[in-house]
């Protein structure tokens, strides 16, 4: 019936990626899940012009533009050499170091 439909819709939607927003002390972060690529496929680039973090893959599965509205709001352009990122649980972790305010 249609209770059967809901489940099978809720097994497919949790392997779709799953983006959340979790800042520490020191930086911006966002945590990817369910992205299982290595670490390799990801592509991590800054685009100054619009403020934002971009993140691809080479297999072209995932593509996802952050924005920082804390730096937006400061006037502050996102740093290429601020971000950094690793992999690992099918999780991509992504930072943005904070600037020293």
Partial sequence: GAEGAEDVGLMLSSDQPTLLRKDTKDA??????????????????????????VIRTT??????????????????????GSISHTHANRTLVVSHKKPQW
């Fill in 59 to 80: 297999n072209k599965k995932y593509f996802k533009k952050l924005t920082i509205p804390d730096l937006i709001r400061a006037g502050i352009k996102v740093d290429p």
């Fill in 28 to 53: 911006f972060q966002w945590r990817v899940r369910n992205v299982p690529y290595p670490i390799e496929t990801y592509l991590i680039t800054a685009d100054v012009e619009t403020h934002e973090i």
